[in-house]
Protein backbone atom coordinates (compact mmCIF):
# COMPACT_ATOMS: atom_id res chain seq x y z
CA UNK A 1 0.00 0.00 0.00
CA UNK A 2 1.59 3.78 -0.99
CA UNK A 3 2.81 5.28 2.23
CA UNK A 4 0.53 7.89 2.17
CA UNK A 5 -2.63 6.08 2.39
CA UNK A 6 -1.12 4.02 5.44
CA UNK A 7 -0.41 7.37 7.01
CA UNK A 8 -4.02 8.19 6.95
CA UNK A 9 -5.31 4.96 7.93
CA UNK A 10 -2.72 5.15 10.98
CA UNK A 11 -2.91 8.84 11.59
CA UNK A 12 -5.87 8.13 11.95
CA UNK A 13 -5.52 6.63 10.77
CA UNK A 14 -9.25 3.02 19.60
CA UNK A 15 -9.32 -0.21 23.33
CA UNK A 16 -12.14 1.32 25.28
CA UNK A 17 -14.16 -1.25 27.06
CA UNK A 18 -17.10 -2.81 26.19
CA UNK A 19 -18.28 -4.91 23.24
CA UNK A 20 -19.55 -4.44 19.74
CA UNK A 21 -20.70 -6.74 17.28
CA UNK A 22 -22.76 -7.30 14.03
CA UNK A 23 -25.69 -7.57 15.84
CA UNK A 24 -25.54 -5.48 19.61
CA UNK A 25 -28.23 -3.09 19.55
CA UNK A 26 -27.50 0.68 20.59
CA UNK A 27 -26.24 1.07 24.82
CA UNK A 28 -27.72 2.99 26.58
CA UNK A 29 -25.11 6.19 26.26
CA UNK A 30 -26.04 8.07 23.33
CA UNK A 31 -23.77 7.30 20.36
CA UNK A 32 -22.28 11.52 20.49
CA UNK A 33 -21.27 10.75 23.67
CA UNK A 34 -19.87 7.20 23.86
CA UNK A 35 -16.67 5.81 22.07
CA UNK A 36 -15.87 3.08 20.08
CA UNK A 37 -15.91 -0.15 21.91
CA UNK A 38 -14.46 -3.78 20.65
CA UNK A 39 -14.68 -7.09 22.31
CA UNK A 40 -11.48 -8.88 21.56
CA UNK A 41 -13.36 -10.94 18.98
CA UNK A 42 -14.54 -8.16 17.36
CA UNK A 43 -11.24 -6.45 17.27
CA UNK A 44 -9.53 -10.37 15.78
CA UNK A 45 -12.34 -10.28 12.98
CA UNK A 46 -11.78 -6.72 12.01
CA UNK A 47 -7.93 -7.21 12.27
CA UNK A 48 -8.09 -10.19 9.88
CA UNK A 49 -10.27 -8.00 7.33
CA UNK A 50 -7.34 -5.30 7.34
CA UNK A 51 -4.44 -8.00 7.05
CA UNK A 52 -6.31 -9.67 4.56
CA UNK A 53 -6.30 -6.25 2.38
CA UNK A 54 -3.03 -4.99 3.67
CA UNK A 55 -0.60 -7.90 3.70
CA UNK A 56 -2.66 -10.64 1.68
CA UNK A 57 -3.22 -12.98 4.69
CA UNK A 58 -0.13 -13.84 4.91
CA UNK A 59 2.42 -14.13 7.45
CA UNK A 60 5.09 -13.21 5.41
CA UNK A 61 3.48 -9.69 4.43
CA UNK A 62 3.33 -8.34 8.01
CA UNK A 63 7.62 -7.75 7.51
CA UNK A 64 7.39 -5.74 4.22
CA UNK A 65 10.01 -3.15 3.02
CA UNK A 66 8.58 -1.51 -0.63
CA UNK A 67 11.12 -0.72 -3.08
CA UNK A 68 12.17 2.77 -3.39
CA UNK A 69 11.60 3.48 0.64
CA UNK A 70 13.55 4.04 2.99
CA UNK A 71 11.74 2.53 5.91
CA UNK A 72 10.21 -1.40 6.67
CA UNK A 73 6.59 -1.69 7.19
CA UNK A 74 5.26 -4.01 9.77
CA UNK A 75 1.73 -5.38 11.10
CA UNK A 76 -1.64 -5.74 9.51
CA UNK A 77 -1.31 -2.18 9.24
CA UNK A 78 1.76 -1.78 7.53
CA UNK A 79 3.02 0.50 10.36
CA UNK A 80 5.75 2.72 9.46
CA UNK A 81 9.22 2.47 11.28
CA UNK A 82 12.53 4.73 10.29
CA UNK A 83 15.72 3.81 10.72
CA UNK A 84 17.40 6.03 13.39
CA UNK A 85 18.63 9.31 12.38
CA UNK A 86 16.38 8.92 8.88
CA UNK A 87 13.03 10.47 9.19
CA UNK A 88 10.62 11.47 6.19
CA UNK A 89 8.16 12.91 4.99
CA UNK A 90 5.48 10.48 6.90
CA UNK A 91 4.11 10.14 10.46
CA UNK A 92 6.09 6.91 12.24
CA UNK A 93 3.57 5.16 13.30
CA UNK A 94 5.34 1.32 14.62
CA UNK A 95 6.89 2.99 17.89
CA UNK A 96 3.57 4.68 18.70
CA UNK A 97 1.98 0.80 18.51
CA UNK A 98 4.57 -0.44 20.91
CA UNK A 99 3.90 2.48 23.04
CA UNK A 100 0.37 1.75 22.85
CA UNK A 101 0.69 -2.27 23.40
CA UNK A 102 3.33 -1.46 26.48
CA UNK A 103 0.08 0.39 27.99
CA UNK A 104 -2.08 -2.34 27.44
CA UNK A 105 0.05 -4.70 29.01
CA UNK A 106 1.00 -6.57 25.39
CA UNK A 107 4.28 -8.45 25.69
CA UNK A 108 6.86 -7.16 23.10
CA UNK A 109 10.04 -9.07 22.13
CA UNK A 110 13.29 -7.09 24.24
CA UNK A 111 14.93 -6.72 21.02
CA UNK A 112 12.05 -5.08 19.43
CA UNK A 113 11.12 -2.70 22.85
CA UNK A 114 14.66 -1.76 23.30
CA UNK A 115 15.53 -0.82 19.50
CA UNK A 116 16.26 2.91 18.56
CA UNK A 117 14.79 2.47 15.39
CA UNK A 118 14.68 0.27 12.55
CA UNK A 119 17.41 -2.18 13.15
CA UNK A 120 17.48 -2.94 9.65
CA UNK A 121 19.09 -0.10 7.88
CA UNK A 122 18.47 -0.74 4.11
CA UNK A 123 16.09 -2.73 1.98
CA UNK A 124 18.96 -5.08 0.86
CA UNK A 125 19.51 -5.74 4.61
CA UNK A 126 16.18 -6.26 4.80
CA UNK A 127 15.95 -8.86 2.09
CA UNK A 128 19.21 -10.59 2.86
CA UNK A 129 17.33 -11.20 6.61
CA UNK A 130 14.11 -12.43 5.60
CA UNK A 131 14.33 -15.93 6.86
CA UNK A 132 16.35 -15.01 10.20
CA UNK A 133 15.90 -16.02 13.61
CA UNK A 134 14.85 -11.73 14.56
CA UNK A 135 12.62 -11.60 11.60
CA UNK A 136 10.62 -14.81 12.18
CA UNK A 137 10.25 -13.66 15.85
CA UNK A 138 9.08 -10.27 14.53
CA UNK A 139 6.52 -11.77 12.29
CA UNK A 140 5.44 -14.30 15.06
CA UNK A 141 5.08 -11.29 17.60
CA UNK A 142 3.03 -9.53 14.61
CA UNK A 143 0.43 -12.37 13.97
CA UNK A 144 -0.23 -13.03 17.70
CA UNK A 145 -1.18 -9.44 18.64
CA UNK A 146 -3.84 -8.45 15.79
CA UNK A 147 -6.25 -8.14 18.18
CA UNK A 148 -3.85 -5.08 19.67
CA UNK A 149 -2.95 -3.49 16.41
CA UNK A 150 -6.46 -3.48 15.60
CA UNK A 151 -7.12 -1.25 19.05
CA UNK A 152 -4.18 0.89 18.00
CA UNK A 153 -6.05 1.58 14.31
CA UNK A 154 -8.91 2.16 15.75
CA UNK A 155 -7.68 4.65 18.92
CA UNK A 156 -6.27 6.79 16.55
CA UNK A 157 -9.33 6.97 14.12
CA UNK A 158 -11.29 8.17 16.86
CA UNK A 159 -8.46 11.18 17.14
CA UNK A 160 -9.02 12.41 13.53
CA UNK A 161 -12.77 12.62 14.41
CA UNK A 162 -11.85 16.32 16.04
CA UNK A 163 -9.68 17.05 13.02
CA UNK A 164 -12.80 16.69 10.75
CA UNK A 165 -15.00 18.45 13.09
CA UNK A 166 -12.24 21.45 12.84
CA UNK A 167 -12.90 21.69 9.23
CA UNK A 168 -16.37 21.55 9.39
CA UNK A 169 -17.00 25.46 10.24
CA UNK A 170 -21.38 24.70 11.47
CA UNK A 171 -21.91 23.77 14.53
CA UNK A 172 -24.83 21.52 13.87
CA UNK A 173 -22.78 19.80 11.48
CA UNK A 174 -20.07 19.23 13.69
CA UNK A 175 -21.92 17.48 15.73
CA UNK A 176 -24.26 15.26 13.31
CA UNK A 177 -20.66 14.30 11.86
CA UNK A 178 -19.92 12.89 14.95
CA UNK A 179 -23.50 11.14 15.90
CA UNK A 180 -22.85 9.82 12.50
CA UNK A 181 -19.34 8.74 13.28
CA UNK A 182 -20.52 6.95 16.41
CA UNK A 183 -23.65 5.76 15.04
CA UNK A 184 -21.69 3.85 12.44
CA UNK A 185 -19.41 2.63 14.94
CA UNK A 186 -21.86 0.76 16.97
CA UNK A 187 -21.07 -2.35 14.70
CA UNK A 188 -17.79 -4.42 13.87
CA UNK A 189 -19.16 -3.88 10.68
CA UNK A 190 -18.81 -0.35 10.70
CA UNK A 191 -16.33 0.25 12.49
CA UNK A 192 -14.05 -1.62 9.55
CA UNK A 193 -16.05 0.59 6.98
CA UNK A 194 -15.00 3.69 8.47
CA UNK A 195 -11.70 2.23 9.00
CA UNK A 196 -11.33 1.37 5.28
CA UNK A 197 -12.76 4.47 4.02
CA UNK A 198 -10.28 6.89 5.64
CA UNK A 199 -7.69 4.28 4.10
CA UNK A 200 -9.02 4.62 0.58
CA UNK A 201 -10.04 8.36 0.54
CA UNK A 202 -8.89 9.97 3.67
CA UNK A 203 -10.31 12.02 6.15
CA UNK A 204 -11.28 15.12 3.82
CA UNK A 205 -9.62 17.81 5.77
CA UNK A 206 -7.43 19.14 3.17
CA UNK A 207 -8.95 22.12 1.08
CA UNK A 208 -6.80 20.47 -1.99
CA UNK A 209 -8.60 17.27 -2.41
CA UNK A 210 -12.36 18.74 -3.48
CA UNK A 211 -13.60 19.30 -6.97
CA UNK A 212 -15.52 22.06 -8.21
CA UNK A 213 -15.92 22.80 -4.06
CA UNK A 214 -17.05 19.40 -3.30
CA UNK A 215 -14.80 16.83 -1.31
CA UNK A 216 -14.94 12.95 -1.10
CA UNK A 217 -13.17 12.03 1.87
CA UNK A 218 -14.94 10.28 5.29
CA UNK A 219 -15.69 13.64 6.58
CA UNK A 220 -17.93 14.14 3.17
CA UNK A 221 -19.69 10.67 3.97
CA UNK A 222 -20.93 11.22 7.17
CA UNK A 223 -22.66 14.58 6.22
CA UNK A 224 -23.60 13.40 3.37
CA UNK A 225 -25.53 10.46 5.41
CA UNK A 226 -29.11 10.86 6.19
CA UNK A 227 -30.70 10.46 9.35
CA UNK A 228 -30.43 6.57 11.27
CA UNK A 229 -31.21 5.37 13.95
CA UNK A 230 -27.62 3.66 14.39
CA UNK A 231 -26.64 0.10 14.05
CA UNK A 232 -26.60 -1.59 10.93
CA UNK A 233 -29.18 0.75 9.83
CA UNK A 234 -26.53 3.62 10.05
CA UNK A 235 -23.84 1.02 8.20
CA UNK A 236 -26.25 0.58 5.33
CA UNK A 237 -26.97 4.61 4.81
CA UNK A 238 -22.74 5.03 5.19
CA UNK A 239 -22.76 2.77 2.60
CA UNK A 240 -25.36 4.55 0.36
CA UNK A 241 -23.35 8.17 1.32
CA UNK A 242 -19.90 6.78 0.18
CA UNK A 243 -21.34 6.19 -3.03
CA UNK A 244 -22.84 8.88 -3.55
CA UNK A 245 -19.87 11.10 -2.31
CA UNK A 246 -17.80 9.15 -4.95
CA UNK A 247 -20.27 9.15 -7.91
CA UNK A 248 -20.44 13.34 -7.07
CA UNK A 249 -16.53 13.57 -7.46
CA UNK A 250 -16.63 11.52 -10.67
CA UNK A 251 -18.81 14.11 -12.02
CA UNK A 252 -17.41 16.60 -10.39
CA UNK A 253 -13.59 15.53 -11.85
CA UNK A 254 -12.20 16.92 -14.87
CA UNK A 255 -12.85 15.13 -18.29
CA UNK A 256 -9.26 14.43 -18.74
CA UNK A 257 -8.61 12.12 -15.87
CA UNK A 258 -11.25 9.58 -16.87
CA UNK A 259 -12.61 9.07 -13.39
CA UNK A 260 -15.49 7.19 -14.42
CA UNK A 261 -13.37 4.22 -15.06
CA UNK A 262 -12.91 3.65 -11.33
CA UNK A 263 -16.85 3.97 -11.00
CA UNK A 264 -17.55 0.11 -10.75
CA UNK A 265 -14.77 -0.99 -8.20
CA UNK A 266 -15.42 2.05 -6.15
CA UNK A 267 -19.26 0.81 -6.03
CA UNK A 268 -18.85 -2.33 -5.11
CA UNK A 269 -16.02 -1.53 -2.80
CA UNK A 270 -18.18 0.87 -0.51
CA UNK A 271 -21.38 -1.92 -0.65
CA UNK A 272 -19.32 -4.09 0.75
CA UNK A 273 -20.17 -1.98 3.88
CA UNK A 274 -23.42 -3.35 4.49
CA UNK A 275 -22.14 -6.70 4.93
CA UNK A 276 -20.71 -8.43 7.83
CA UNK A 277 -16.76 -9.22 8.32
Known amino acids: MHPLRCCLFYLVLFSLGGCV???SPPG???????????SETDKDAIGRKIWKN???????GLTTWNVGEDFPSLGIGHFIWYVDGRPGPFKE????LLKYMQA??????????????????????????????RMKEM???????????????????????PLMQQATPDSGDKQRLKENFYKVAQTRTGVYALIDYVNFKGEGVKA????????????????EMGRTSGGQASAN??????KRVLQRRIKNSPPARGESRWNAGWMNRCESYKHGI
Open 93 to 96: SFPQ
Open 237 to 242: EYSEAA
Open 21 to 23: SMD
Open 28 to 38: PTPPSQSGITL
Open 139 to 161: RSFLAGTVPAQTGFIVQRLEQAL
Open 54 to 60: ECAGTVE
Open 208 to 223: EEKYQGQGWGLRDVLL
Open 104 to 133: NGVAIPRWVAEAKGSPWKSRTEFESQKNSA
